[in-house]
Protein backbone atom coordinates (compact mmCIF):
# COMPACT_ATOMS: atom_id res chain seq x y z
CA UNK A 1 0.00 0.00 0.00
CA UNK A 2 2.77 2.30 0.89
CA UNK A 3 4.28 1.16 -1.81
CA UNK A 4 1.41 2.45 -4.22
CA UNK A 5 0.71 5.31 -2.32
CA UNK A 6 4.65 6.71 -3.16
CA UNK A 7 4.35 5.74 -6.95
CA UNK A 8 1.21 7.77 -7.05
CA UNK A 9 2.53 10.92 -5.72
CA UNK A 10 5.59 10.69 -7.61
CA UNK A 11 3.82 10.71 -10.51
CA UNK A 12 1.32 13.55 -9.61
CA UNK A 13 4.64 15.29 -8.94
CA UNK A 14 6.14 14.36 -12.37
CA UNK A 15 3.02 15.50 -13.99
CA UNK A 16 2.81 19.08 -12.19
CA UNK A 17 6.18 19.48 -13.00
CA UNK A 18 5.80 18.80 -17.25
CA UNK A 19 2.71 20.83 -16.94
CA UNK A 20 4.40 24.18 -15.30
CA UNK A 21 5.22 26.76 -17.68
CA UNK A 22 8.48 26.38 -18.63
CA UNK A 23 11.28 28.56 -17.32
CA UNK A 24 14.39 29.48 -19.32
CA UNK A 25 17.93 30.14 -18.19
CA UNK A 26 20.02 33.40 -18.10
CA UNK A 27 23.05 33.10 -21.10
CA UNK A 28 24.37 36.52 -20.16
CA UNK A 29 28.17 36.47 -19.36
CA UNK A 30 27.34 38.97 -16.75
CA UNK A 31 24.21 36.71 -15.39
CA UNK A 32 24.08 37.56 -11.53
CA UNK A 33 26.30 40.35 -11.10
CA UNK A 34 25.50 43.92 -9.51
CA UNK A 35 25.07 45.14 -12.86
CA UNK A 36 22.66 42.34 -14.13
CA UNK A 37 20.62 42.79 -11.20
CA UNK A 38 19.99 46.45 -11.53
CA UNK A 39 19.07 45.64 -15.46
CA UNK A 40 17.12 43.11 -14.79
CA UNK A 41 15.22 45.12 -12.12
CA UNK A 42 14.76 48.02 -14.39
CA UNK A 43 13.50 45.52 -16.97
CA UNK A 44 10.78 43.66 -14.60
CA UNK A 45 9.50 46.85 -13.99
CA UNK A 46 8.81 47.49 -18.25
CA UNK A 47 7.47 43.72 -18.78
CA UNK A 48 4.05 43.12 -19.84
CA UNK A 49 1.77 42.94 -16.96
CA UNK A 50 -1.79 41.39 -17.29
CA UNK A 51 -4.98 43.91 -16.87
CA UNK A 52 -7.89 42.67 -14.94
CA UNK A 53 -11.07 43.60 -16.99
CA UNK A 54 -14.00 44.51 -14.44
CA UNK A 55 -16.68 42.80 -16.83
CA UNK A 56 -14.46 39.81 -18.51
CA UNK A 57 -16.83 37.57 -16.97
CA UNK A 58 -19.36 38.88 -19.01
CA UNK A 59 -19.27 37.92 -22.96
CA UNK A 60 -18.85 40.90 -25.35
CA UNK A 61 -20.06 41.46 -28.73
CA UNK A 62 -18.63 40.30 -31.46
CA UNK A 63 -16.07 42.96 -32.96
CA UNK A 64 -13.78 43.44 -35.53
CA UNK A 65 -10.49 46.00 -35.08
CA UNK A 66 -9.50 47.84 -38.03
CA UNK A 67 -6.19 49.21 -38.10
CA UNK A 68 -6.37 53.06 -36.95
CA UNK A 69 -4.68 56.23 -37.80
CA UNK A 70 -1.39 57.48 -36.51
CA UNK A 71 -1.47 61.66 -36.55
CA UNK A 72 1.85 62.19 -35.15
CA UNK A 73 4.96 63.22 -37.02
CA UNK A 74 7.37 62.18 -34.84
CA UNK A 75 10.06 59.98 -37.07
CA UNK A 76 11.01 57.38 -34.16
CA UNK A 77 7.48 56.65 -33.63
CA UNK A 78 6.50 56.05 -37.18
CA UNK A 79 9.78 54.72 -38.13
CA UNK A 80 8.87 51.90 -35.34
CA UNK A 81 5.27 51.79 -35.82
CA UNK A 82 2.27 50.74 -38.13
CA UNK A 83 -1.57 50.78 -37.61
CA UNK A 84 -1.34 46.83 -37.50
CA UNK A 85 0.96 46.67 -34.86
CA UNK A 86 -1.60 49.11 -32.89
CA UNK A 87 -4.55 46.77 -33.67
CA UNK A 88 -2.92 43.36 -32.80
CA UNK A 89 -2.26 44.86 -29.47
CA UNK A 90 -5.77 45.99 -29.58
CA UNK A 91 -7.18 42.01 -30.17
CA UNK A 92 -4.78 40.82 -28.10
CA UNK A 93 -6.80 42.85 -24.97
CA UNK A 94 -9.97 43.15 -26.48
CA UNK A 95 -9.92 39.31 -26.67
CA UNK A 96 -8.69 38.99 -22.96
CA UNK A 97 -11.25 40.86 -22.01
CA UNK A 98 -14.16 38.57 -23.43
CA UNK A 99 -15.12 39.99 -26.52
CA UNK A 100 -15.84 38.03 -29.68
CA UNK A 101 -12.80 38.76 -32.07
CA UNK A 102 -13.44 38.42 -35.60
CA UNK A 103 -9.23 37.88 -36.86
CA UNK A 104 -8.56 40.04 -39.76
CA UNK A 105 -6.70 38.06 -41.33
CA UNK A 106 -9.11 35.27 -42.00
CA UNK A 107 -11.18 38.08 -43.67
CA UNK A 108 -8.67 39.02 -46.46
CA UNK A 109 -9.37 41.50 -49.24
CA UNK A 110 -12.96 42.22 -47.63
CA UNK A 111 -11.75 44.10 -44.83
CA UNK A 112 -9.37 46.03 -47.29
CA UNK A 113 -12.34 47.54 -48.97
CA UNK A 114 -14.54 48.26 -46.12
CA UNK A 115 -11.06 50.27 -44.41
CA UNK A 116 -11.02 52.17 -47.64
CA UNK A 117 -14.91 53.12 -47.44
CA UNK A 118 -14.62 53.86 -44.24
CA UNK A 119 -11.55 56.08 -44.70
CA UNK A 120 -12.78 57.48 -47.95
CA UNK A 121 -16.06 59.15 -46.11
CA UNK A 122 -18.11 56.91 -47.86
CA UNK A 123 -20.21 54.78 -44.61
CA UNK A 124 -23.25 53.68 -47.52
CA UNK A 125 -20.40 51.22 -49.32
CA UNK A 126 -18.93 50.63 -45.83
CA UNK A 127 -22.33 49.58 -44.66
CA UNK A 128 -22.21 47.15 -47.59
CA UNK A 129 -18.78 45.65 -46.87
CA UNK A 130 -20.64 44.70 -43.19
CA UNK A 131 -23.06 41.99 -44.91
CA UNK A 132 -21.12 40.59 -46.31
CA UNK A 133 -19.32 36.64 -45.28
CA UNK A 134 -18.11 36.97 -41.56
CA UNK A 135 -18.24 40.73 -41.17
CA UNK A 136 -22.27 39.53 -41.07
CA UNK A 137 -21.77 38.26 -37.67
CA UNK A 138 -20.20 41.78 -36.63
CA UNK A 139 -21.80 44.29 -33.77
CA UNK A 140 -18.42 46.50 -33.68
CA UNK A 141 -15.84 47.84 -35.47
CA UNK A 142 -13.08 49.53 -33.37
CA UNK A 143 -9.84 51.17 -34.36
CA UNK A 144 -7.32 52.80 -32.23
CA UNK A 145 -5.73 55.88 -33.31
CA UNK A 146 -2.37 57.71 -32.20
CA UNK A 147 -3.47 61.14 -31.98
CA UNK A 148 -0.04 62.56 -30.46
CA UNK A 149 3.59 61.06 -29.73
CA UNK A 150 6.48 63.85 -28.91
CA UNK A 151 9.41 64.55 -26.31
CA UNK A 152 7.87 67.03 -24.50
CA UNK A 153 11.12 67.81 -22.13
CA UNK A 154 14.73 67.05 -21.59
CA UNK A 155 17.00 67.72 -18.78
CA UNK A 156 20.56 67.19 -17.82
CA UNK A 157 22.98 67.64 -15.41
CA UNK A 158 26.78 66.73 -14.24
CA UNK A 159 30.05 67.72 -12.64
CA UNK A 160 33.34 67.77 -14.15
CA UNK A 161 36.32 67.29 -10.81
CA UNK A 162 38.99 68.88 -13.33
CA UNK A 163 38.90 72.38 -12.21
CA UNK A 164 38.12 71.19 -8.39
CA UNK A 165 41.00 68.79 -8.71
CA UNK A 166 43.45 71.73 -10.36
CA UNK A 167 42.73 74.03 -7.69
CA UNK A 168 42.72 71.41 -4.71
CA UNK A 169 46.59 70.89 -6.14
CA UNK A 170 47.64 74.33 -6.27
CA UNK A 171 46.06 75.70 -2.86
CA UNK A 172 46.54 72.20 -1.08
CA UNK A 173 50.03 72.30 -1.03
CA UNK A 174 52.30 69.28 -0.05
CA UNK A 175 51.43 65.83 -1.26
CA UNK A 176 48.01 65.99 0.60
CA UNK A 177 46.70 68.57 -1.62
CA UNK A 178 48.14 66.66 -4.68
CA UNK A 179 46.32 63.53 -3.63
CA UNK A 180 43.11 65.45 -3.04
CA UNK A 181 43.53 67.38 -6.43
CA UNK A 182 43.73 64.36 -8.27
CA UNK A 183 40.78 62.70 -6.63
CA UNK A 184 38.61 65.28 -6.98
CA UNK A 185 39.94 65.72 -10.65
CA UNK A 186 38.74 62.22 -11.73
CA UNK A 187 35.32 62.68 -10.53
CA UNK A 188 33.00 62.56 -13.59
CA UNK A 189 28.88 62.28 -13.08
CA UNK A 190 26.19 63.09 -15.81
CA UNK A 191 22.52 62.72 -15.68
CA UNK A 192 19.97 63.42 -18.63
CA UNK A 193 15.89 62.17 -18.76
CA UNK A 194 13.74 62.63 -21.50
CA UNK A 195 10.29 62.72 -21.44
CA UNK A 196 7.72 61.73 -23.83
CA UNK A 197 3.91 62.07 -24.01
CA UNK A 198 1.84 59.63 -26.23
CA UNK A 199 -2.12 59.74 -26.74
CA UNK A 200 -4.17 57.09 -28.35
CA UNK A 201 -7.99 57.52 -28.88
CA UNK A 202 -10.49 54.53 -29.38
CA UNK A 203 -13.48 54.93 -31.42
CA UNK A 204 -16.35 51.84 -31.50
CA UNK A 205 -18.82 51.91 -34.30
CA UNK A 206 -21.86 50.44 -34.98
CA UNK A 207 -21.27 47.84 -37.77
CA UNK A 208 -25.11 47.89 -39.29
CA UNK A 209 -24.85 51.52 -39.18
CA UNK A 210 -21.44 52.69 -38.80
CA UNK A 211 -22.48 55.42 -36.42
CA UNK A 212 -20.06 55.67 -33.79
CA UNK A 213 -20.94 53.91 -30.28
CA UNK A 214 -18.14 55.18 -28.23
CA UNK A 215 -15.05 57.01 -28.25
CA UNK A 216 -12.76 58.08 -25.75
CA UNK A 217 -8.69 59.51 -25.50
CA UNK A 218 -5.62 58.71 -23.00
CA UNK A 219 -2.32 59.63 -22.61
CA UNK A 220 0.70 58.44 -20.83
CA UNK A 221 4.00 60.10 -20.11
CA UNK A 222 6.68 57.71 -21.26
CA UNK A 223 10.56 58.48 -19.40
CA UNK A 224 13.79 57.54 -20.93
CA UNK A 225 17.00 58.22 -18.69
CA UNK A 226 20.26 57.18 -18.07
CA UNK A 227 23.18 58.52 -15.64
CA UNK A 228 27.03 57.46 -15.27
CA UNK A 229 29.73 57.89 -12.61
CA UNK A 230 33.41 58.00 -12.90
CA UNK A 231 35.71 58.32 -9.66
CA UNK A 232 39.65 57.42 -10.10
CA UNK A 233 38.92 55.39 -13.38
CA UNK A 234 36.07 52.86 -11.84
CA UNK A 235 33.10 54.15 -13.51
CA UNK A 236 29.53 52.83 -13.34
CA UNK A 237 26.22 53.81 -15.41
CA UNK A 238 22.58 52.68 -16.08
CA UNK A 239 20.40 53.87 -18.65
CA UNK A 240 16.86 52.30 -19.38
CA UNK A 241 12.95 53.03 -19.09
CA UNK A 242 10.02 52.06 -20.69
CA UNK A 243 9.99 50.96 -24.37
CA UNK A 244 7.44 52.53 -27.20
CA UNK A 245 6.28 48.97 -27.53
CA UNK A 246 5.10 48.72 -23.77
CA UNK A 247 3.96 52.33 -24.04
CA UNK A 248 1.28 51.61 -26.34
CA UNK A 249 0.53 48.25 -25.68
CA UNK A 250 -0.24 49.85 -21.72
CA UNK A 251 -2.49 52.78 -23.57
CA UNK A 252 -4.64 50.04 -25.49
CA UNK A 253 -5.15 48.25 -22.10
CA UNK A 254 -6.11 51.67 -20.27
CA UNK A 255 -8.79 52.24 -23.50
CA UNK A 256 -9.90 48.45 -23.39
CA UNK A 257 -10.25 49.02 -19.88
CA UNK A 258 -12.94 51.66 -20.27
CA UNK A 259 -14.96 49.80 -23.36
CA UNK A 260 -15.28 46.44 -21.45
CA UNK A 261 -16.32 48.96 -17.78
CA UNK A 262 -18.57 51.98 -19.50
CA UNK A 263 -19.64 49.86 -23.19
CA UNK A 264 -19.99 46.34 -22.97
Known amino acids: MMNRTMSVLLL ?16 SAT ?9 NEMADKG ?28 ATFTQKFGPNNIADFGE ?3 GKANFGI ?7 PLLQEFQLAYTMGDPNAARKMLQKGKLKTTKWVVKFDILKAEQVAQAQEG ?17 GGAAAGTVAGSVQTSEGTGVWIIGMRYKVLDANTTEQVATGYT ?3 MEVGAKSTSVLGVSSGAQG ?24
Open 12 to 27: TAWMSSALAQPVFENP
Open 31 to 39: AGSDTSQKA
Open 47 to 74: MYKEVQYANAAKRGPMLVVIPGEIKSNN
Open 92 to 94: LEL
Open 102 to 108: LERTDMG
Open 159 to 175: FDGRAVGQLLSIFGGGR
Open 219 to 221: EEK
Open 241 to 264: GLTLDGMVQRLVQKLVWEIDSKHK
